[in-house]
């Protein structure tokens, strides 16, 4: 019986393992205690955030929404700014995108953090808490802007919300005023650039970035109160699309006064500029889009290949860079787009002179219409024969073997939609080409290696192809999809100059004459002028809105930012209205061994029209399911 | 053991059938909802644009008083009809470019709501008399002229006497398209003559005549023509006349 104690003794131990505790998280779930307390989880999380931010960058177009690869629809190919063969008209975002709720999540993650960065603040000193949670903030302002300026008036959620702890009713939390929205972001970018430090890691906010997205977003809110024609108010008086036409003012001043915060931080990048030199300034433009330590940049994302990536260059290259892929030319600027510029011949209504007469001038080569164009046109689109890659890019639209005694008729009556006559044409319907015989015994291809093909459309549709953010030096062998890896530059001191020149005209527009706001946007209007090459202004009497909003649309062309100014603007309306927009055909001549240009409105006829409903977007109808306390934008 | 085997089998598939028992009790829609948009000022149906023109509003309130709203599109003469409804009690009201049924002020009150609560089945007709924006009137028929262009001459003048809505009229449009539906949705820029600006909003009360753009209409086809303008109110809707045919030979 000596054996007992023993046995006794035995069970027990079993007992005291047993009183390990079981409730411990499994080992595979990260915990709050193991991202807060260190400064590297912060900083994972802090990237996660960043790469869930909703900007417009190289992986967005309205058709496939925020953060995805494919942008064969791009965004320049609704505003007008260019045409594809793919996107053939305007249109509102997708509704069938998940930005709304995408947003929310962002905005949850930004709560969360703030909320919970408190309890480790042990671990770190002052300022790397205040620093994070100036981050936080502004994370939190950018993707409440980007909910604004879609929506108008959205639900305010600043802290997290808790389920089940809160009934589903309480969380069913209805839309809050447009107005109510703009002043949460100003606050918290207020609060952002208090917190924030003087720089930070390259993607990262520093204070000025805030200030540079608060000048941005107290514009758009200055331009929909004084622009805005749609009201709707809720139950309880919250105006949830249409700001108060009396807070114009107060919004302008804002942006005014935040674009000034940037002054002498950041400035125009003129690396490679050289007064009077055309190509050096042409040079530099097309630089400033690829070097890193330019002092231009104020908020970029960047991307890596082969873990972050987009396809920006095999998308839009020329056809005859054409990569393995077999993707290219998606974005062909129009000539509407072109037409902005300085430095050739025009008509009296600024629209592109090619007849003297009556009759088509000649020119040797397609270049030479545009010998003298604006260096920033250069840099921005491959005109007709220009160089990109070390080889002329060629775009003919056709071989003309008519008689040119006397000079050449207009191809087609002005404003005509019709295809060219074929009788003294030949064309090429697609790559595989049947070269003409010239009279003097050579042989040409009716089309250029870039287009203009009649068939498959693959090919430069508009006579121009786009150059700005095309990697200059990347072979053809890395033309792929997913392959490119530049830097998208979301905020530049050239916009947050003319987001504070806008400003200032609007401001003396409405009669505030507290600070000399109309010599202030002449010297920053002349100076991003000078800069990209274009004539400067002479004086500010004729220094108008519409002024400014030309230079925006020249300077942050293909920069997915008309597609925002000509909503706020409300103007989209009124210039896509059943329009056609406009391209220009080159010619060879056989008879003259010259070209021609023919300016012509879109042969493949894409009409654009902007629904005026389109000005606030659709809320999609899933979220309204699940919460039905949110009010539909009128006209849904 | 087979013959367990075959008894849960049969089992199975006994249960299996008998759940393919219809449970979906209830009715396929089938009342019609129909009527028409008229101007209270002439009696006539207030012509409008598809798509985004006139629409009819319905709120069920049978189940919620909170409804998400539906919504019916008119057809371009101001009728409007659907046929695959579910009978039920709804408030109906209309949007479009007349005087809004349903007005809110600045502090959420409704102050004025003129929409219709109606017990819907069988075949209902809901008809609204509404005050349009802008009421226009043909004064004579679009004339092909001898240089083949046409000429439309028509009279704006404003269809409601309440100041809120009398806005600057910012376009005046002759609309011109090679078949019936026509309108600010459809039609050709390259003949369409427009007003905008202070040119639109002087034109209230004239007559006015506006030439096709774009020289000679090409031959051999009709051409559907309709006038229609627009104050800047709300979503900038359109009025408009009925649609004329222009056969050019």
């Not at chain 2, 089992?11 to 129909?34: I, M, R, W």
């Not at chain 2, 409804?85 to 502090?107: H, M, R, T, W, Y």
């Not at chain 2, 376009?171 to 011109?176: I, L, Q, T």
């Not at chain 2, 600006?197 to 034109?203: E, H, L, M, P, R």
Request: aromatic content about 12%.
């Amino acid at each position: 019986m000596k054996k007992f104690p023993y046995i006794i003794l035995t069970f027990l131990l079993c007992w005291t393992t047993a009183c390990k505790k079981l409730d411990t998280l499994p080992p595979s779930i990260i915990s709050d205690q193991d991202v807060f307390s260190s400064a590297a989880g912060v900083t994972a999380y802090m990237a996660r955030m960043y790469s869930e931010l909703p900007i417009e960058d190289f992986r967005y177009s309205p058709e496939r929404g925020l953060n995805m690869f494919w942008i064969i629809s791009p965004t320049s190919a609704t505003t007008g700014e260019a045409l594809s063969r793919d996107q053939n008209g305007s249109m509102q975002e997708n509704t069938g995108l998940s930005t709304w709720s995408d947003c929310y999540r962002t905005i949850r993650d930004a709560n969360y953090f703030s909320e919970n960065i408190g309890k480790y603040a042990g671990n770190f000193t002052n300022d790397q808490v205040n620093n994070w949670l100036g981050e936080a903030r502004f994370i939190r302002a950018a993707t409440y802007f980007a909910l604004v300026k879609r929506y108008g008036g959205v639900p305010l959620v600043d802290k997290v919300l808790k389920y089940p702890e809160q009934s589903i009713e309480e969380l069913k939390i209805p839309r809050n005023s447009e107005e109510k929205i703009y002043d949460f972001i100003g606050t918290d970018l207020d609060y952002a650039y208090a917190n924030l430090p003087e720089t930070n890691q390259v993607g990262r906010a520093n204070k000025y970035v805030a200030a540079g997205f608060k000048s941005r977003a107290m514009l758009y809110a200055g331009t929909v109160a004084k622009y805005n024609q749609i009201s709707l108010v809720d139950g309880s008086g919250n105006r949830l699309c249409g700001i108060p036409v009396a807070k114009a003012v107060t919004y302008f001043k804002a942006a005014y006064d935040a674009a000034a915060l940037l002054d002498g931080k950041y400035s125009l990048y003129k690396k490679a500029w050289a007064a009077g030199d055309k190509n050096a300034q042409y040079l530099n433009y097309v630089n400033m889009f690829f070097d890193a330590s330019s002092p231009e940049n104020i908020f970029v994302r960047q991307y890596h290949y082969p873990e972050s990536v987009h396809g920006y260059d095999a998308y839009n290259v020329p056809r005859q860079l054409m990569g393995a892929n077999g993707y290219s030319s998606e974005v062909n600027p129009t000539l509407d787009f072109v037409e902005l510029f300085d430095g050739f011949p025009k008509n009296a209504d600024g629209t592109i002179k090619t007849t003297t007469g009556g009759k088509y001038d000649l020119y040797t080569n397609t270049m030479d219409i545009f010998a003298n164009a604006e260096p920033r046109l250069r840099a921005t689109v491959v005109l007709p024969g220009d160089v990109m890659k070390g080889v002329s890019i060629e775009i003919r639209r056709g071989i003309y073997t008519g008689s040119s005694v006397g000079g050449i008729n207009p191809l087609l009556p002005a404003g005509s939609t019709a295809h060219y006559p074929t009788d003294n044409i030949v064309q090429s319907a697609n790559a595989s080409q049947t070269p003409y015989k010239l009279p003097n015994g050579t042989t040409m291809n009716p089309a250029g290696l870039s287009g203009y093909f009649t068939g498959d459309g693959t090919n430069s549709v508009s006579g121009f192809s786009i150059r700005k953010y095309i990697v200059p030096d990347k072979p053809t062998s890395e033309v792929l999809e997913n392959r490119s890896d530049q830097t998208w530059i979301e905020l530049r001191y050239a916009e947050v100059l003319l987001n504070r020149a806008e400003a200032a005209v609007e401001l003396n527009s409405l009669g505030q004459s507290d600070k000399s706001y109309l010599q202030d946007a002449f010297t920053q209007i002349n100076a991003i002028r000078e800069r990209g090459g274009a004539d400067l202004l002479t004086g500010t009497a004729n220094l108008t809105i519409d002024v400014v909003r030309k230079e925006r649309k020249k300077e942050l062309g293909f920069e997915n930012k008309q597609y925002w100014d000509m909503r706020r603007w409300r103007v989209a309306d009124k210039e896509q209205n059943s329009t056609i927009y406009r391209t220009l055909m080159p010619f060879y001549s056989a008879n003259d061994g010259k070209y021609f240009f023919d300016a012509r409105l879109d042969e493949r006829n894409s009409r654009y029209t902007f629904d005026v409903r389109w000005y606030y977007e659709q809320i999609p109808q899933d979220e309204i399911q699940k919460s039905q306390n949110l009010i539909q934008n009128p006209g849904y | 053991m087979k013959k367990l085997f075959y008894s849960i089998a049969l089992s199975v598939l006994v249960a299996a059938g008998s759940s393919c028992k219809k449970v979906d009790n209830y009715a396929a829609p089938n009342v019609t909802l129909k009527g028409t948009v008229t101007d209270a000022g002439t009696g006539k149906s207030l012509q409008t644009e598809q798509g985004s023109g006139t629409r009819i509003k319905l709120l069920e309130i049978s189940w919620s008083s909170n409804p998400t709203p539906f919504y019916i599109s008119s057809f371009q003469d101001g009728t409007y009809q659907n046929t695959k409804l579910f009978a039920g009690k709804n408030v109906i009201s209309a949007e479009g470019a007349f005087v809004p049924l349903v007005q809110v002020d600045d502090a959420g009150k409704t102050i004025v709501d003129k929409s219709q609560t109606v017990d819907v089945k069988d075949v209902t007709t809901v008809n609204f008399s509404v005050e349009p924006f802008l009421r226009i009137e043909w004064v004579g028929d679009p004339v092909l002229n001898a240089d083949g262009t046409i000429t439309t001459s028509f009279k704006v003048t404003r269809g409601t006497a309440d100041p809120n809505f009398q806005q600057n009229v910012s376009d005046v449009a002759v609309f011109v398209n090679s078949n019936n539906y026509v309108g600010n949705n459809n039609y050709d820029n390259r003949y369409t003559p427009k007003l905008s600006g202070n040119d639109a909003n002087n034109s209230v009360g004239k007559t006015l005549s506006l030439t096709t753009l774009g020289g000679a209409l090409p031959g051999k086809r009709s051409y559907f023509i309709r006038v229609g303008a627009r104050v800047s109110y709300g979503l900038n809707y359109y009025n408009y006349t009925d649609v004329k045919e222009v056969k050019v030979p």
